[in-house]
Structures are given as C-alpha cells and as structure tokens.
C-alpha cells in the first residue's frame, strides 16, 4: 500500500533555532516528491519539488533532502522565524498515472 | 498574477442538505483539482480536470459528489446530501500543464460544517 508517513507530528522550537522534518514514503515509483507549506485557514504552498533524481534542493531557509534509496526526505529549516509556524505535508507523486499521495503533516510551532 | 479563487470561505449546513462550492483557477491553467482536507490530515485528491476532461476521479463518492468543469475553465464541486462525516476543507489547485513538476498552486479553500 502507497503511503506517507510524517514525524514528528507536532513539533514546538524557539525562535533562531533550526529544526528537522522527517518524511518516509512506500510510494514506488514514484517521480517527485514535494514539501509545502500550509499556513492555519490558508492552502498549502509549495517549498519544494524534488525528482527522484536530485537529493537535495534549497528554498531559501528551507532545504529538502531525498534519500530514493531508503525512501526517506527530510525538510531543514534554518534560523526558524515566527512565521514559520505552520504544518509541512510532505506530498509523493507516484510514477504510474501521477497520483498524489499526502502526508499528515508537521504542525510547528516557533515561540519567541 | 492573482491566484487561485474559492467561494464561499465558509459554509454551515445540516444534514441532508446540499451545498456547492466555486473555483476559479489561475488563468491559463489547464489543469483543475478538488481536495478534502480533514482536520489534522493531509489532503485527499476528490478530482482532477485536464482542460474540461476528468483525469482522476477514482476518490470521489459519487454517490453524493458531483463536479464539473465547463469550459475548461471554472469547476463547481457540488454534495447531495451532506452527511456528517463530509466536514472538512476542501481546496482547489490548478498547475499549468499537469506536468508531473508543474507546481500547483492552492486556493484558500472553503471550510464546510455540516450539522
């Protein structure tokens, strides 16, 4: 069964510190995987798009890894700011008919 | 470049009845999609328009949920009847060619409540 799997759920950080999001997928094949940014009462945006290719790629303050091999991706965000709080969904495109298949979500909280 | 747009922002039902919601995708964008998003979960893709063509409705209970795209352009995603469970955002995107790295671009979504 495709699946996406998020951890931690939640996760709570000061302000300036960096953070880690993990992502572990059963999707195979798959074509590109995909980290957005949902704000509270706002669609989800896009951060970053990966193929399976590529292992790292940089948005910013945000950078993503891939691992194809493990199935595993990670979202590392630097030098976190208030406005960074809000959930990741780590979303993985499989390679046959294009389906999405969405995680659950990180819900982060930065604090002063 | 304005974004994608959703009407109503917020709906309040009861049971049975039926509601419809409204998207206008970015223009020249040839591919439309509807997700449910409910509480503390990830999206799950309801349908995907290619032009005025459905690509993937295979989530959709048709049962109760309708929706089209005349035109190509605007979609309507309608439910009749509501149930309970139904509760949820749901969001519309559009991507430019449905290619499988275009970026899809989110609506606001509006949030129904069914009592």
């Known amino acids: 069964k495709n699946q996406v799997e998020q951890s931690p759920q939640s996760l709570i950080i000061l302000e300036g510190k960096n953070c880690t999001l993990q992502c572990n997928y059963t999707v195979s094949p798959f074509s590109n995987l995909r980290w957005y940014k949902q704000d509270t009462g706002r669609g989800p945006v896009s951060l970053t798009i990966?193929?399976?290719?590529?292992n790292t790629k940089s948005n910013g303050r945000y950078t993503a890894t891939l691992d194809a091999d493990t199935k595993q991706s990670s979202l590392h965000i630097t030098a976190s700011q208030l406005s960074d709080s809000a959930s990741y969904i780590c979303v993985v495109i499989g390679h046959n008919f294009n389906k999405f298949y969405f995680g659950s979500g990180t819900k982060l909280n930065v604090k002063p | 470049e304005a974004g994608v747009a959703q009407s109503p922002r917020y709906k309040i039902i009861e049971k049975r009845q039926s509601v419809a919601f409204w998207c206008n995708p970015i223009?020249?964008?040839?591919?439309l999609y509807w997700y449910q998003q409910i509480l503390g979960q990830g999206p799950k893709l309801l349908i995907q328009f290619q032009n005025n063509g459905v690509v993937d409705d295979s989530q959709l209970p048709k049962d109760r949920f309708s929706a089209e795209r005349l035109k190509g352009v605007d979609s309507t995603l309608k439910i009749q009847p509501a149930k309970l469970e139904d509760s949820a955002v749901y969001l519309c995107?559009?991507?430019?060619?449905?290619?499988?790295?275009?970026?899809?671009?989110f609506g606001p979504g509006t949030r129904l409540t069914v009592l």
């Open positions: 223009s020249g964008h040839a591919t």
């Open positions: 995107a559009s991507s430019s060619e449905g290619e499988i790295t275009d970026t899809q671009y």
């Open positions: 990966m193929t399976f290719s590529e």
